[in-house]
C-alpha cells in the first residue's frame, strides 16, 4: 500500500515562485513513479511533471517546462515541485499521485495511488 499526501500551496504574485511537496509514505520500495498534475476550473486535467524514484528520468508537461523543476533527494521519501515565474493562468489544484510499476511512466492512467490535491492561486 502507498500513500500520498500534497503540501505548500498557497497565494502568490504572478512572477513569484513556490514549492510544492508530495510525501510518499507506506511501501515505498513499490514506487517506480511520483507524478503531478493539475485541475483548474472548466479545464481539462494537465499533466505537469513526473519523476522516476531513482531520480533519473524526468518529464514536464509543454506548459511549464523550463519554469518548473521536479526533485526528489536521496534517501528522502518527498518530491518537490519547484514552481518559478508563476502565471495567474497557472492558478490550479495540484494533485500528485505515485506509480507502482512496474516501470516509470510518465501517463496519468498508470499511477494508481493519488494524494487529496493542494490549491495553488497566482494573482496579479
Known amino acids: 500500500q502507498v500513500q500520498v499526501v500534497e503540501s505548500g500551496g498557497g497565494l502568490v504574485q504572478a512572477g513569484g515562485s513556490l514549492r510544492i511537496s508530495c510525501a510518499a509514505s507506506g511501501d515505498t520500495s513499490n514506487i517506480y513513479t511520483i507524478g503531478w498534475v493539475r485541475q483548474a476550473p472548466g479545464k481539462e486535467r494537465e499533466f505537469i511533471a513526473s519523476?522516476?524514484?531513482?531520480?533519473?528520468?524526468?518529464d514536464y508537461g509543454e506548459s511549464v517546462k523550463g519554469r518548473f523543476t521536479i526533485n526528489r533527494h536521496n534517501d528522502e521519501p518527498t518530491v518537490y515541485l519547484q514552481m518559478n515565474s508563476l502565471e495567474p493562468e497557472d492558478t490550479a489544484v495540484y494533485y500528485c499521485?505515485?506509480?507502482?510499476?512496474?516501470?516509470?511512466?510518465?501517463?496519468?492512467?498508470?499511477?494508481?495511488?493519488w494524494g487529496q490535491g493542494t490549491q495553488v492561486t497566482v494573482y496579479s
Open positions: 499521485a505515485a506509480g507502482t510499476g512496474p516501470y516509470y511512466s510518465a501517463r496519468t492512467s498508470d499511477w494508481g495511488y
Open positions: 519523476i522516476s524514484w531513482s531520480a533519473t528520468r524526468r
